[in-house]
């Protein structure tokens, strides 16, 4: 199996553009999908393969990738996308899954 | 509707068996590839267990393997967690979360998930 590297916390002013990057070595061969978790409730999916949004996500949030770095970006952010974020993606086997550690965003 | 609602968490003691059930609404569950998802207090969320659609196909994350077991029944679009040999380290939320795949890119992502059923394992 591989693993996937997220940054623990990051943080970002009220309408600014905040980036959120997710390592690993199947991310060369994968895309990663992307989920926002609040407390208390279960995640949900905000990007998936190589930029797209479920219906219902803002415009706000898209997905980017390039070598063994898969990002999500959240252009404007709001005081409600503070919230944990995983990436996710097969490992390289192709055949199991992998979470990224998470990554907790704060809105100043 | 599309839902999944889990059930069957509880407290057991180390050693012990659950079950965990996870009932599916809304949709053709035959026809969809399906995980679990669990996440231990305060931690991020680990990958457990897939099954394919026909239940033909499994795999297990290194962690459980040999102690939990995948199935389903799609005449009852219900989705199954046998849990044996329970750790104190198996204490979490245990999401299910379904497989679906980008009609226009065909990417695979979990895009539906119920609301977890909690496990502790303590004595």
């Known amino acids: 199996s591989s693993e996937l590297t997220q940054d623990p916390a990051v943080s970002v002013a009220l309408g600014q553009t905040v980036r959120i990057t997710c390592q690993g070595d199947?991310?060369?061969?994968?895309?990663a999908s992307w989920y926002q978790q609040k407390p208390g409730q279960a995640p949900v999916l905000v990007i998936y393969?190589?930029?797209n949004r479920p219906s219902g996500i803002p415009d706000r949030f898209s997905g980017s990738s390039s070598g063994n770095t898969a990002s999500l970006t959240i252009t404007g952010a709001q005081a409600e996308d503070e919230a944990d974020y995983y990436c996710?993606?097969?490992?390289?086997?192709?055949?199991?899954?992998?979470f990224g550690g998470g990554t907790k965003l704060t809105v100043l | 509707e599309v839902q999944l609602v889990e059930s069957g968490g509880g407290l057991v003691q180390p050693g012990g068996s659950l079950r965990l059930s996870c009932a599916a609404s809304?949709?053709?569950?035959?026809?969809?590839?399906m995980n679990w998802v669990r996440q231990a207090p305060g931690k991020g969320l680990e990958w457990v267990s897939y099954?394919?659609?026909?239940?033909?196909?499994?795999y297990y994350a290194d962690s459980v393997k040999g102690r939990f077991t995948i199935s389903r029944d799609n005449a009852k679009n219900s989705l199954y967690l046998q849990m044996n040999s329970l750790r104190a380290e198996d204490t979490a939320v245990y999401y299910c979360?379904?497989?679906?795949?980008?009609?226009?890119?065909?990417?695979?992502?979990?895009?539906?998930w119920g609301k977890g059923t909690t496990v502790t394992v303590s004595s």
């Open positions: 979360a379904r497989l679906g795949y980008s009609s226009s890119s065909g990417d695979p992502n979990m895009d539906v």
């Open positions: 809304g949709f053709t569950f035959s026809s969809y590839e």
């Open positions: 099954i394919s659609s026909s239940g033909s196909t499994i």
């Open positions: 199947s991310l060369r061969s994968y895309y």
């Open positions: 393969g190589k930029n």
């Open positions: 996710n993606s097969r490992d390289s086997s192709g055949n199991l899954w992998v």
